[in-house]
């Protein structure tokens, strides 16, 4: 069955995590989730490939863990707030993690500078029929 569409789907770069995307990311999110555990923290380090075999996700959703690729990982189903418990494992801040998803190569201290100055800008950014990107 379809998904309908939603008006928040015109938002470029937005992942509302609804009920599709929960169903879609499950596995990708409790396989974050059990990093809360020292156990599961231990047995990644120990390897990072065969623990994630230990849940049911796509290899999609695998790769995107491999390579730390956040905005994917949130494209594919994740959770922010889950996919975050693998920055902060890696010993990644939240501005590093909000650096590695804008998609352009900005560091730490841009992204920083950009929400001091109070966020992206909208120009471009409000609707993906605008820019002719959906």
């Known amino acids: 069955m379809a998904r309908e569409e939603r008006d928040y789907d015109d938002i470029p770069g937005t992942y509302v ?3 599709a995307h ?8 409790m396989f974050c989730m059990s990093l809360n555990e ?10 990072e490939k065969a623990y994630l075999e230990k849940f049911p996700m ?3 959703q695998r790769q995107a863990v491999l390579d730390r690729d956040f905005l994917k990982m949130l494209r594919i189903g994740g959770n922010i707030y889950y996919t975050f418990k693998i920055a902060a494992y890696d010993g990644i801040s939240m501005q590093g993690a909000g ?3 804008s998609g352009n190569g900005m560091t730490e201290a841009d992204f920083r500078q950009m929400m001091i100055d ?3 800008p909208i120009d471009g950014n409000r609707s993906k029929k605008e820019n002719n990107d959906g």
């Open 118 to 120: 109070g966020g992206r």
């Open 22 to 29: 929960s169903r879609k990311g499950y596995h990708l999110n």
């Open 99 to 101: 650096a590695a998803m």
């Open 58 to 60: 796509t290899q999609e």
């Open 38 to 47: 020292a156990a599961g923290r231990d047995e990644f380090k120990k390897d």
């Open 17 to 19: 995590f609804d009920g």
